[in-house]
């Protein structure tokens, strides 16, 4: 004979609600504590522990970057920006695309770790250096592909405020100025911003690393011995920060869109675009950490400890609002440029929806906004970690697209009409035509993997004190029979 749960949970309540808190405690990490060392112990295993497999993809990579990034560069640099899919009208092409979309997905780690500090969002805690290692290196990728744009890149240097005696400063006026300011600030400011919360882990890999490791860990660890006045120099280090970095986050994008708005082109010149462009940074930025976060906890040994459903259940709530903000702003910069735009504005609507790119801007709209509504309300869904996967690898494509229809197809359509026939005649040539830019982007992005997998086995990508500190505050208290958690302020 068969007796029910709801049976067995009259005859022994004790049992039920033991049962009920062993559910609670595998759910949540912050209630399933281990001891430091133990914790300690999963991740330094982690790191040092290597495949072949490992291996043979960074090896990969590395090709991948030195044929794609370096070699196809200084093919373009050797050349001539010939090479490039750059031509009238169309001056700006795939290497502000990638720019852009690189310092997007630079977003993700100010915003998942300080903003969620900000606002002590405690499932932030065992992702948030994988999180601030993607600013990091997005903002390199970024920084090359405007390298890249400039040519003549071995005249950089012009764009330092060094006096000469021909007495030329550098044009404030060019939104290229403005682009090397903002991304050179976020880059300092967030590599700082990520060292700090790293000096105990590096202490703590310092403890238990040997030979060339620890010598390099004790340098970097800056001798932290983990006394009371040095935990609290660092809290308070990094609620500064927190604080701090937040509107150069904001300032960032919002700076890379004054690039498009302050023009006066059809299609560019909107007020909305800084709000747009941040939200679309955030849109394709916390898509990519849900990507990062589950390739970790699915190649690196220990992290499923770390690393449970319930985090892609929070990153995958993320991703849907971040998508319905991203529609508002889109459909909200549409309709108004639709109702109230000039001819030439009207002209490049159409174009976007009817010209030779048209079912790029479908495809926008269709991974933006109709995947993560029709996937992401479901819970079981967000918590699968290969569909979440899918719906971020499709949003960071849509938000590729989006870029990609602001910045080439935009600028099909302009004030000059005899040259419009001419710009669809370029696109309709080059859009389908592998140039230069498109193996530099992949060589980006293979690069971009490549420091992301060397960096997996000399950092600790899980941040053990934040996550111990978590637990600490974290309890399970009952109020009657119901389990409820309970969370305490640590000073």
Do not use: C
């Not at 985090?311 to 108004?336: C, P, R, T």
């Not at 910045?407 to 140039?435: A, C, D």
């Amino acid at each position: 004979m068969t007796v029910s749960a709801k049976a067995l949970a009259q005859v022994h309540p004790e049992a039920h609600e033991h049962d009920h808190e062993a559910e609670l405690r595998k759910e949540h990490l912050m209630l399933d504590p281990k001891p430091r060392g133990e914790m300690n112990a999963l991740v330094m295993e982690a790191m040092l522990t290597t495949s072949w497999k490992f291996w043979a993809v960074a090896g990969l990579m590395a090709l991948v970057t030195v044929v794609g990034l370096f070699g196809m560069w200084g093919y373009s640099i050797s050349e001539g920006m010939y090479t490039a899919s750059v031509n009238r009208p169309m001056y700006w092409s795939y290497f502000l695309v990638h720019t852009v979309f690189w310092i997007g997905i630079s977003h993700a780690g100010t915003f998942v770790s300080a903003l969620l500090r900000v606002f002590r969002a405690e499932f932030r805690r065992p992702f948030t250096r994988a999180a601030e290692l993607m600013t990091t290196f997005a903002l390199a990728q970024a920084g090359i592909h405007i390298f890249a744009h400039m040519g003549r890149v071995w005249l950089a240097y012009w764009m330092f405020p060094i006096p000469t005696q021909r007495l030329i400063w550098p044009n404030l006026h060019s939104p290229l100025m403005w682009d090397f300011l903002a991304i050179n600030t976020y880059l300092l400011s967030s590599t700082m911003y990520l060292f700090l919360p790293l000096i105990p882990d590096l202490a703590m890999a310092r403890d238990r690393s040997t030979g060339w490791r620890k010598s390099v860990y004790r340098v970097l660890a800056l001798g932290f011995r983990g006394t009371e006045s040095e935990w609290t120099h660092l809290r308070i280090a990094l609620n500064i920060f927190a604080f701090a970095i937040l509107p150069v986050m904001f300032s960032v994008h919002t700076i890379v869109s004054w690039d498009f708005a302050a023009a006066m082109r059809p299609g560019w010149s909107s007020t909305i675009f800084g709000p747009y462009f941040v939200v679309g940074a955030l849109q394709s930025g916390v898509s990519a950490v849900a990507m990062v976060v589950i390739t970790v906890r699915a190649t690196m040994k220990n992290m499923t400890y770390f690393v449970r459903p319930e985090h892609f259940d929070a990153l995958g709530k993320l991703m849907l609002i971040i998508s319905m903000a991203w529609a508002y702003f889109f459909f909200n910069d549409y309709m108004v440029q639709w109702y109230g735009g000039d001819s030439f504005t009207d002209s490049l609507l159409h174009f976007h929806e009817a010209g030779p790119g048209g079912w790029v801007w479908f495809l926008m709209l269709i991974t933006n906004i109709l995947v993560p509504w029709l996937v992401l309300w479901n819970k079981q869904w967000r918590r699968n970690p290969w569909i979440l996967f899918t719906v971020g690898l499709l949003a960071n494509v849509g938000m590729w697209a989006e870029r990609f229809i602001i910045v080439p197809v935009s600028l099909q359509i302009n004030r000059v009409p005899f040259m419009w026939g001419h710009g669809v005649k370029i696109f309709r040539e080059t859009f389908p035509y592998v140039s230069v830019e498109i193996p530099i982007f992949i060589g980006s992005v293979a690069f971009f993997v490549l420091l992301y997998m060397l960096a997996s086995k000399f950092i600790p990508l899980v941040p053990v004190w934040e996550v111990q500190e978590g637990q600490m505050a974290h309890s399970i208290r009952r109020y009657g029979k119901e389990p409820v958690i309970t969370v305490a302020e640590l000073e």
